[in-house]
T-cell receptor, first 116, second 109 residues
Framework: NAGVTQTPKFQVLKTGQSMTLQCAQD?????MYWYRQDPGMGLRLIYY???????DKGEVPNGYNVSRLNKREFSLRLESAAPSQTSVYFC???????????????FGPGTRLTVT | KNEVEQSPQNLTAQEGEFITINCSYS?????LHWLQQHPGGGIVSLFM???GKKKHGRLIATINIQEKHSSLHITASHPRDSAVYIC???????????FGTGTRLQVFP
């Protein structure tokens, strides 16, 4: 039981390059989230998916796209990377969006992305 | 203004000391979460509570809904407790969490 996995763990991109961050979970949870974490700031929600086939914008969606491929996988794509997207990215899951108030989030190990 | 405020931002302690980390929020919530982020970066959930108090080992979390305030206590602190402790809240009828900026705790032997 791996929980929440993310790939890659580290990535360096040049400005303008694209890449996809992968997230997978084996807990059969409905909801999945992408956050970014920057120094001095709390985790900020980029996009989330309450169930397979649905996605919604979070607090900081600009410059990102997501895809909920199936119940297990939720990917985050940077189409044209910018230095402002240098950050640590976390994927998280929750059993059900409707029970978000009464459940715990499970986090992946994070992806450290640097854009030069 | 952040809807979730934590204090202190940084905290150092000697092994064995009693630790308190505070979290205040600005509007009504349905639940409050305490998370721990290890120096390596991994984040784990410690507690989720909507009222009263919860205890797990040396960790105790309390919440006062009327005062919109929660505390995380660590008894008999140990160097392995060194981490960033993050408070987050979920609001009624939403499936999203709002996070505080975290409290960095260092416990020295």
């Amino acid at each position: 039981n791996a929980g929440v996995t993310q790939t890659p763990k580290f990535q360096v991109l040049k400005t303008g390059q694209s890449m996809t961050l992968q997230c997978a979970q084996d807990m059969n949870h409905n909801s999945m989230y992408w956050y970014r974490q920057d120094p001095g700031m709390g985790l900020r929600l980029i996009y989330y998916s309450a169930s397979e086939g649905t996605t919604d914008k979070g607090e900081v969606p600009n410059g990102y796209n997501v895809s909920r491929l199936n119940k297990r996988e939720f990917s985050l794509r940077l189409e044209s990377a910018a230095p402002s997207q240098t950050s640590v990215y976390f994927c998280a899951t929750l059993r059900s969006a409707t029970s978000a108030s009464f459940d715990e989030q499970y986090f992946g190990p994070g992806t450290r992305l640097t854009v030069t | 203004k952040n809807e979730v405020e934590q204090s202190p931002q940084n905290l150092t302690a000697q092994e064995g000391e009693f630790i308190t980390i505070n979290c205040s929020y600005s509007v009504g919530i349905s639940a409050l979460h305490w998370l721990q982020q290890h120096p390596g970066g991994g984040i784990v959930s410690l507690f989720m509570l909507s009222s009263g108090k919860k205890k797990h080992g040396r960790l105790i979390a309390t919440i006062n809904i009327q005062e919109k305030h929660s505390s995380l206590h660590i008894t008999a602190s140990h160097p392995r407790d060194s981490a960033v402790y993050i408070c987050a809240v979920s609001f009624i009828n939403t499936d999203k969490l709002i996070f505080g900026t975290g409290t960095r705790l260092q416990v020295f032997p």
